[in-house]
């Protein structure tokens, strides 16, 4: 029996700086993974090239599957104005100022929905991941991305909150000490990824001890080294400062915390200790977590862009 089924299955591709990656889903209700492939993006090539590749990936899913797919969520780092339909913040730096959409659906003639990979992060948690996972009642959940940037996601009622200029949930770049942050790209000195990065976090240990090393070696020599621990306790200070200010707006039921500085134990323990110091009334009891989806959060949480829309999408030929 064919296990493919085009009015339920769901198509999600994450677009990423060195690979494009593509995953079909049976369906809301049984999300098995029924195709999986990747191409690389190559976008030193140039955007046309970008493209070109998506297509190629997504003729791949289409062989497979038998079928011509109506819909696609798409995961990409950049953000899409709503008022324009154009593309900012990516680290694909050619495709910053175009039309990102509306192209693909003209080269596709698929219906296309496009959120950056924080949001579909937090989509996937909340759809498959930890939070269905372990905290199924959650309304209000966050999503945190700490790697080498530094962003988030916001999803509510199972929905993303985009916002009026797509910036729902981009909490990465709000200002959290400007005397102790470097300048960032976003033009702002001391915003959150300019301090609770990985490559910040490192950075600011090679200035104490005028040596280079990982953030995981980092964090495994507090008990030993006098840096490695100032290190840890400005990460732990800082995400609970920063952390605060979400929960005083939004008071997520979950905050999962994803990327490679989520991996840092001390995080869950004096990191969390922190958000409570800070927050209004210096009660604070929700979940902070570790995700459940590793890589596979961000092209999950773009094949749950449409899951929850049963609108027909029809393209002329």
């Not at 296309?112 to 372990?134: H, P, S």
């Not at 080498?148 to 916001?154: H, S």
């Not at 005083?248 to 990191?271: K, L, R, T």
């Amino acid at each position: 029996m064919n296990r493919f089924s085009s009015s339920e299955n769901l198509w999600g591709i994450d677009l990423g700086g060195t690979k494009i990656e593509g995953v079909i889903l049976k369906s809301v209700e049984e999300p098995e993974v029924l195709f999986r492939a990747r191409v690389k993006t190559e976008g030193s090539q140039g955007y046309a090239h970008i493209l070109n590749q998506f297509k190629k990936l997504v003729n791949q899913m289409e062989h497979a599957a038998g079928y011509k797919p109506e819909r696609i969520g798409v995961a990409t780092p950049g953000t899409i104005i709503p008022q324009t339909g154009l593309m900012k913040n990516s680290n694909l730096l050619v495709m910053n100022g175009k039309p990102v959409i509306d192209d693909l659906e003209d080269l596709l003639r698929v219906k296309i929905k496009m959120a950056n990979d924080a949001n579909c992060f937090a989509l996937a948690e909340t759809q498959l991941g930890v939070v269905k996972q372990q905290y199924p009642e959650a309304k209000v959940v966050f999503g945190i991305i700490m790697g080498t940037g530094v962003g988030g996601g916001l999803v509510v009622n199972g929905q993303i909150i985009n916002g009026y200029h797509g910036l729902g949930g981009e909490w990465g770049h709000n200002y959290l000490n400007q005397a102790e942050g470097k300048k960032c790209y976003c033009g702002k000195v001391g915003c959150n990824e300019s301090i609770l990065s990985g490559p910040a976090l490192e950075a600011y240990y090679a200035e104490l001890m005028g040596e280079q090393r990982m953030l995981p070696d980092i964090a495994k020599r507090t008990a030993i080294d006098a840096a490695a621990a100032k290190t840890i306790s400005r990460l732990t200070d800082y995400f609970g400062l920063a952390v605060s200010v979400l929960v005083n707006i939004i008071d997520p039921d979950v905050i999962v915390v994803g990327g490679g500085v989520g991996n840092i134990s001390q995080i869950y323990a004096e990191g969390v200790t922190q958000i409570q110091k800070h927050v209004f009334d210096h009660q604070f009891g929700a979940p902070v977590v570790k995700p459940a989806l590793g890589d596979s959060a961000g092209v999950f949480g773009a094949a749950y862009l449409f899951a929850t829309t049963n609108e027909k999408v029809l393209f002329p030929n």
